[in-house]
Structures are given as structure tokens and as C-alpha cells.
């Protein structure tokens, strides 16, 4: 340090500012992870809940969990409960499944809000199968999407059954 006694306070915060700043990503070979930069298509969404819906056929409530983040909230139809993390959004699909639910989107609305964040809101159809009888009852939908690490995941759900009849309003 014996040198650095002749330079003005406000070089020597200089060089050592740039000194620090220079060392912070030396021997760094991790790179940052890219964010998309394109916007998805209406296709892209839409197909969104075709792989919903693909999960639901499976039967398996854990698959269905999967299309959740970690963090999602389901505002389910047939539940008064708020679903929150993962093991309560597969304890109601675990319930829901034994219905062989059978989903249909009547209406959509897609807004892309970014190249990360979609939301599809909007009406379905589902046909359930109890005891051989099958029942059709429809409801309203509202999907938030997120992208991360390039897989779109559901971070809220919310889903509830018309309040009227179809036809009527």
C-alpha cells in the first residue's frame, strides 16, 4: 500500500472500485441463464391446455401436478378449497381424476403479456364419467402461465362453474 498513499481519495476509490468490479466474474465459467426474448403465439397458449388436458386423460394426478410451479394456486370448481402448493393441487386432482374428467375449451381469450407470462381465460366444457353415466358441466377458466427455464407452467388456475344455465343470461 505504500504507493497508493500519493493518490487523491477519490482515485483511489476509483481504482479500487475497478479493481473489484473487475475480479467479480473472473473465474466464472457459469454463464447467466438467457430469458426468451420472443412472444409466444395464441397457438403456443392454446396448446397450453392441450397438455393440461393430455395430463388429466392420463389419470395420474402427480402428471397433472407437473404442469403446476411449485408456487401455483388453484381455485378449483368442485373444492372450496384454495389449493397452494403441490400436494394439495395433486389431493384434489387425485379426487377430480376418479371422474375421467374430459376437457373442451368453449371460448378463449388469450393475452400475452410478455415473452414469459400468458393468460388464457375464457369457458370449458368438461364431460365426467360417475358410474358408466356421463354428465357434461361446463365453467369458467382463467390459466396464468408462466415460462421458466424454457417449460410454460401454470402459476394460478382458476376454475368455476357457470353460475346460469347455457343459454340463459
Known amino acids: ?25 473472473c473465474g466464472s465459467s457459469v ?15 392454446t396448446g397450453l ?3 393440461w388436458n393430455q395430463s388429466l386423460a392420463t389419470g395420474n394426478p402427480e ?3 407437473d404442469r403446476y410451479a411449485a408456487d401455483a394456486v388453484l381455485l378449483p370448481t368442485v373444492s372450496n378449497e384454495v389449493r ?16 375421467k ?26 364431460t365426467l364419467t360417475t358410474d358408466g353415466q356421463q354428465r357434461t358441466v361446463d365453467a369458467r377458466y382463467t ?6 427455464d424454457d417449460e410454460w407452467l401454470i402459476v394460478n388456475h382458476h376454475s368455476s362453474a357457470m353460475p346460469e344455465p347455457a343459454g340463459q343470461s
Not at 143 to 148: D, G, N
Open 143 to 148: 390459466f396464468v402461465y408462466e415460462r421458466v
Open 101 to 126: 374428467p374430459q376437457g373442451q375449451i368453449l371460448e378463449s381469450h388469450i393475452k400475452v403479456l410478455g415473452p414469459t407470462d400468458a393468460i388464457d381465460a375464457g369457458t370449458y366444457r368438461f
Open 49 to 51: 391446455f392441450d397438455r
Open 84 to 99: 397452494s402448493d403441490r400436494a394439495e393441487i395433486v389431493d384434489y386432482f387425485d379426487h377430480f381424476l376418479e371422474n
Open 31 to 45: 454463464a447467466a441463464p438467457t430469458q426468451p426474448t420472443t412472444l409466444p403465439t395464441n397457438q403456443e397458449v
Open 63 to 65: 402428471l397433472v401436478a
Open 1 to 25: 500500500m505504500r504507493g497508493l498513499g500519493r493518490l487523491s481519495r477519490p482515485v483511489l476509490i476509483a481504482a479500487v472500485s475497478a479493481a473489484v468490479l473487475g475480479l467479480a466474474g
